[in-house]
């Protein structure tokens, strides 16, 4: 009986890991943003991504714009633990005009992990804020979630200082 149970156990776990790998090796590549399909982005007007993924790692590059772009890459493991990265900039993309930037010196703390069996990657994001009132800490959770066929990338930002309903969402369709 144990036999039969631990080969059924097996089987599961094999069957969940290769789900797993098909949506994660989707989730690689070049994507760029379908403008009618997502939220506004001020300056900029579009934002690209390149997602490579190795073994237990994820690289996102984020090219924010075009001709004056700024970019922003990250190489993290996706084991769900603390890393941290220097900021390097004090663009802040998603909202240029707002009064609020990055502090270049400091580190921003992140995680990645999967969810939904693996076709949706959650990078997680803590960073130094600078506003008119001094500096603020915030969290963002970055949700990036592959269609069943693969063909749309559909990338959420959920801030706590947003309502639920108000998340930018960009929606991208393969580059490469």
Request: hydrophobic share 40%.
């Amino acid at each position: 009986m144990k036999r039969i149970m631990r080969s059924v156990l097996v089987a599961a776990v094999g069957r969940m890991l290769l789900v797993i790998g098909v949506y994660a090796a989707g989730i690689d590549g070049e994507w760029k943003m379908l403008r009618e399909k997502s939220s506004g982005i001020e300056l900029y007007n579009t934002v690209a991504l390149k997602i490579v993924l190795t073994d237990n790692a994820v690289t996102i590059q984020q090219t924010w714009g075009g001709g004056r772009a700024f970019r922003d890459t990250v190489t993290l493991p996706v084991d769900g633990k603390v890393h941290t990265a220097a900021v390097r900039d004090r663009v802040w993309p998603t909202n240029v005009f707002m009064g609020v930037r990055l502090k270049p010196g400091s580190t921003r703390e992140l995680s990645a992990r999967w969810e939904k069996k693996g076709e949706t990657l959650v990078v997680t994001e803590k960073y130094p804020l600078l506003v008119s009132q001094g500096e603020r800490s915030l969290t963002t959770e970055h949700w990036f979630t592959l269609s069943e066929n693969g063909t749309i990338l559909t990338w959420k930002q959920v801030r706590s200082t947003r309502p639920k309903g108000s998340m930018p969402t960009y929606t991208f369709t393969r580059a490469d």
